[in-house]
């Protein structure tokens, strides 16, 4: 029997990480917005959230992520009674994909909900001795603590590439609709 090699086409490369953290807010907290030249995910774990991008503006719930593209102003508001906790990373990006993620967002079906939920208990595994870190509800940016564990980096980066992987292949997850 003769092997024959498939050739493997790298569609996504996260080519670096800038922010890794994981907040509670309470209701009212308004963010006013900012810009940067990566991209950013933001994933509700729970309550009630107005995230806008640019001029959308979407109403976000436990489960629902976005991707914020480079240079778009993102802001959001937190309007739960209970308030909200949400896990934040960006990173660079580069790849033929990349433009099937500009201004998505998404309600997450049971699979990505895993893919994502693994991806921060190996945070908080491994974040549980960084001097910083508030509770396992609340966490601010980690990064600094890993930047010479390139084995923390680079488990990091593949459950990024996972996911946009993940959602950009048309999984079953829904896209989430846009309020005015």
Not at 75 to 84: P, Q
Request: proline share 2%; charged share 25%; aromatic share 14%.
């Amino acid at each position: 029997m003769a092997w024959r090699s498939l050739e493997v086409k790298e569609l996504v490369k996260i080519e670096g990480l800038y922010s890794l953290f994981k907040r509670r807010y309470n209701k009212g907290k308004n963010f006013l917005g900012e810009m940067h030249d990566f991209w950013e995910v933001v994933y509700v774990i729970d309550g009630e959230v107005i995230i806008s991008a640019d001029e959308n503006v979407h109403e976000f719930k436990s489960g629902d992520i976005i991707f914020h593209k480079p240079l778009e102003l993102h802001k959001f508001n937190v309007v739960g009674e209970s308030g909200a906790t949400m896990f934040v990373f960006s990173f660079a990006m580069t790849g033929s994909i990349c433009k099937n993620m500009e201004r998505r967002a998404f309600h997450l079906d049971k699979y990505n909900r895993s893919i994502i939920k693994n991806f921060i208990e190996y945070v908080e595994y491994n974040a549980r001795n960084c001097p910083d870190i508030e509770s396992d509800e609340s966490f601010g940016d980690i990064l600094n603590y890993f930047e010479s564990d390139d084995i923390f980096l680079q488990t990091v980066s593949n459950y990024i590439s996972r996911i946009v992987l993940s959602l950009a292949s048309g999984s079953n997850a829904l896209p989430k609709t846009k309020t005015h």
